[in-house]
C-alpha cells in the first residue's frame, strides 16, 4: 500500500511539532536511520539505500525527518540564521550554451543584450560597498569571442576599485571557459585568478551532476567529472566554494541523494565547500517545461524533504545548509528554515536568472527584512562574512537566553 501524501496543512504545521510526537508513528526502519544520525550527530555511516528511504519518504515519515532535520539544525547550527550583504552583478546576459533551463540568456543578436567592461563591474563594487555590502557575487553568460583575460581583468578592477570586497565570481563552467580561451592548465588559470584577486568559487553550473540529465539539462555543459575536476582543483589551491543542486525538473530523489553523497565525499577529501545551497527549478519561461521534459517545478514537500535530508547527509562534514530566497516565497523560505537550513544567502541588490527564469521574489531581500523575517520564526539574525567567520548579532542580546547566543562552529 503505498504510502499516503502529506496535506499542505500538515507541511506547513510541522514547525509546532516534537520529535517523541512524531516518532512512534513512522516506519521502523526509517526511525531507525534518523535516530543513528541524531545521535551520532553525522551522517557517514548510513547507507546509500538508507538514505534513498529518507529521500522518498511520504506521509508520517516526511513529517518525522523534517522535525528531525530541525533538532538536528539546533544542535549542530545553533538557532543563529545568517545572511550575508552582497551585490549579484551578472555582467553579460550573451551566452551560447543553450541551456533548456535558463530563460536569462540571450543571442548576440538579440535587442536586449548587454555587456560589462571591467570598469563597469568595478562600479557596481563600489555602489555595493558604499552601502554596506562586503560581498560581489560575479557571474555572467558565455558569449563567443569573450576576451582571453576578461576574468582576470574583472578581478583586478574590483580589487584596484574596493580592495577588500570579497569577490566569489566565476562558475565551473566559466572556469572551464577561460581555460579554453587561455590556453593554460586548469590548476595554472584558478592560481592566476586566484592572484588577481579571486577570493571563492560558486558551485553552480552544478544542476544535477549526473550526465545523463545534464544532456537533457543542457547538452552543451562541462560534465559531470569537469564540474568535479575544478571545483577540486580550486580547493587545492585554497579557494573555497559553494556547493549546489538544481532539484524539481527531470531528476529524481536517487539524484539528489547521489550527488549529495558526491559533494559529502569532497568535502571529506578538501574541506573547501563553504555551504550547500538548494536551488529549486523555476519552470515558467523556460524551454525545458515549455516542450514538455519537465516537471512544473518543484512541489511543497519537496522544497522542504531536500532541504531536510541534507541537514541529515551532511552532518559532520557541511555545517550550513542554505535556503535560496529568491526561488522561494517568504513563508516557504522560512519553513525550510525550520526543516533544517541556517543561513539566508544574500541581500544580492540586482538577481536576475531567477527573475527571467519567472521567480516572483524579487531582485533584493535588506538586511532588515531578512533580520525579521528571522525573528517572525524565533531565530537569532546575524550578518556573516562568505567564509562564516565574522558573526555580528542582529539582535540585543537580552532577548535571547545566552545558550542561544554561542556562536556555532561553521564549517
Not at 592560481?191 to 577570493?199: E, I, K, Q, V
Not at 549526473?210 to 577540486?232: C, F, M
Not at 573547501?272 to 516542450?291: K, R, S
Not at 556573516?384 to 537580552?398: D, G, Q, V, W
Request: with cysteine; net charge negative.
Amino acid at each position: 500500500m503505498p504510502a499516503r501524501s502529506c496535506t499542505r496543512e500538515e507541511l506547513e504545521q510541522f514547525p509546532e511539532l516534537e520529535w517523541n510526537s512524531v516518532a512512534p508513528r513512522m516506519q521502523s526502519d526509517v526511525r531507525c536511520t534518523i535516530e543513528h544520525v541524531l545521535e551520532k550527530q553525522e551522517g557517514a555511516a548510513v547507507t546509500r539505500e538508507q538514505w534513498l528511504n529518507l529521500a522518498n519518504a511520504e506521509g508520517d515519515d516526511l513529517i518525522a525527518l523534517l522535525v528531525a532535520a530541525n533538532a538536528l539544525r539546533a544542535e549542530l547550527a545553533g538557532n543563529i540564521v545568517t545572511y550575508v550583504v552582497n551585490r549579484n552583478i551578472n555582467f553579460t546576459n550573451v551566452c551560447f550554451i543553450g541551456c533548456k533551463f535558463c530563460a536569462f540568456s540571450r543571442g548576440p543578436r538579440e535587442e536586449d543584450t548587454y555587456f560589462l567592461r571591467p570598469e563597469e563591474v568595478a562600479t557596481k563594487a563600489v555602489e555595493a560597498w558604499q552601502i554596506g555590502a562586503t560581498e560581489v557575487c560575479i557571474q555572467g553568460g558565455l558569449p563567443r569571442g569573450l576576451a582571453p583575460y576578461y576574468y582576470r581583468d574583472v578581478l583586478r578592477a574590483v580589487k584596484a576599485a574596493v580592495p577588500t570586497m570579497h569577490i566569489h565570481a566565476f562558475s565551473p563552467m566559466e572556469i572551464v571557459y577561460g581555460v579554453e580561451l587561455t590556453g593554460m592548465p586548469l590548476r595554472d588559470y584558478l592560481l592566476m585568478l586566484r592572484d588577481n584577486g579571486l577570493d571563492t568559487l560558486p558551485g553552480t553550473a552544478a544542476e544535477i551532476l549526473d550526465d545523463e540529465v545534464r544532456h537533457v539539462l543542457s547538452r552543451n555543459k562541462l560534465s559531470a567529472n569537469d564540474w568535479q575536476e575544478v571545483i577540486r582543483t580550486a580547493h587545492s589551491c585554497g579557494i573555497r566554494s559553494t556547493s549546489t543542486l538544481m532539484y524539481g525538473h527531470t531528476e529524481t530523489p536517487a539524484h539528489w541523494v547521489d550527488q549529495i553523497l558526491m559533494l559529502r565525499g569532497i568535502q571529506n577529501e578538501t574541506g573547501g565547500f563553504t555551504e550547500f545551497v538548494p536551488l529549486g527549478f523555476i519552470h515558467t519561461n523556460t524551454i525545458l517545461f515549455q516542450q514538455g521534459l519537465s516537471r512544473p517545478g518543484p512541489t511543497l514537500a519537496e522544497h522542504l524533504k531536500i532541504h531536510a535530508l541534507a541537514r541529515l547527509v551532511f552532518a559532520g562534514s557541511i555545517n550550513n545548509i542554505q535556503v535560496s530566497w529568491v526561488k522561494l516565497d517568504r513563508k516557504l523560505s522560512q519553513l525550510c528554515l525550520q526543516a533544517g537550513a541556517n543561513d539566508y544567502g544574500g541581500t544580492l541588490m540586482e538577481e536576475n536568472i531567477s527573475r527571467e527564469a519567472g521567480a516572483t521574489a524579487g531582485q533584493y531581500t535588506s538586511p532588515e527584512d531578512f533580520q525579521a523575517m528571522i525573528r517572525e520564526i524565533g531565530r537569532i539574525p546575524a550578518e556573516r562574512n562568505t567564509n562564516y567567520s565574522r558573526l555580528k548579532i542582529k539582535a540585543p542580546f537580552e532577548s535571547f537566553p545566552a545558550e542561544q547566543l554561542l556562536e556555532p562552529e561553521f564549517a
